[in-house]
């Protein structure tokens, strides 16, 4: 009986201590303006959308910018927190962020695990070659080495484009573009906005290197929210919004992707209007 009643009592423990934890997180939004910060995870290796700036060692970029922009509607302070890819949701779920603004892709499989803002931006994955591989299409890259991100949707793209490629994967995406250059693999697959960025890092190597014309399905990025915090949805798609219908949205899109920057971009082909797909 003694036992019984041991038992019992650490079932009602464990029980109001779970009510107790579910009470104190119900509302994220709340806790964030109590605490007076907004976590944001981010990839901190991932240009233009949120890298080091090798001059003045600070964070920057597209999406370091957007985020910036929600702590402001907020009123509070942002914290920038640098994850891998893989590591990604895993640190939203658990609390470690608040947000995610780190090149996540919406797709189904994800909505499961996360909730997502408006998108603000759409991509598609692309390859990048060695020149004198004599690669020009994407199905001439069956048997050979393929290398991109772990954890990422580029790995599963090119999976189920090339099912015979050899694919390695590599922390972040810095790495796996080294990788390509140092012959370590055939091809590279990024998303291909960041994939043009890389390009552009290339200089007058980028002639040895050759970007192939099909891209590997489109890519909708949004930040990423913990499962049914509408409140704090709400405020993030509502800056959103008001980014857009500003011109605000347009011009970040310029300073980081449009004509002049690495990515080169010529226009922009998309708003910011919808967290569907």
Partial sequence: MANR???????????AQFAFANGAHADQLADIKKKGEIVFGVLGTDEPNSFIDPKTRELVGY????????AKKLGVKPVFKQMSV???????????VDVLAATLTHNKERESQVDFALTHFVTGSKVMVRASSGINALPQLAGKKVVTVRGGTQETNIRAAVPTATVVTFENTQQAFQALQQGKGIA?????????????KLGPAAKNFTILPNSIGVESIALGLRKGEKSLKAVVDATLRELE????ANALFNKWYGPGTRPNIAKRTFTINTDKI
């Fill in 5 to 15: 009643r041991t038992l019992l009592a650490c079932a009602i423990a464990l029980t």
């Fill in 63 to 70: 999406e370091v910018d957007i985020a910036k922009a929600v």
């Fill in 86 to 96: 893989a590591a990604r949701i895993p640190e939203l779920q658990q609390g470690h």
């Fill in 188 to 200: 590279y697959v990024n998303d291909e906005s960041s994939l043009l960025a890389d390009y552009g």
């Fill in 245 to 248: 219908t500003s011109g605000a």
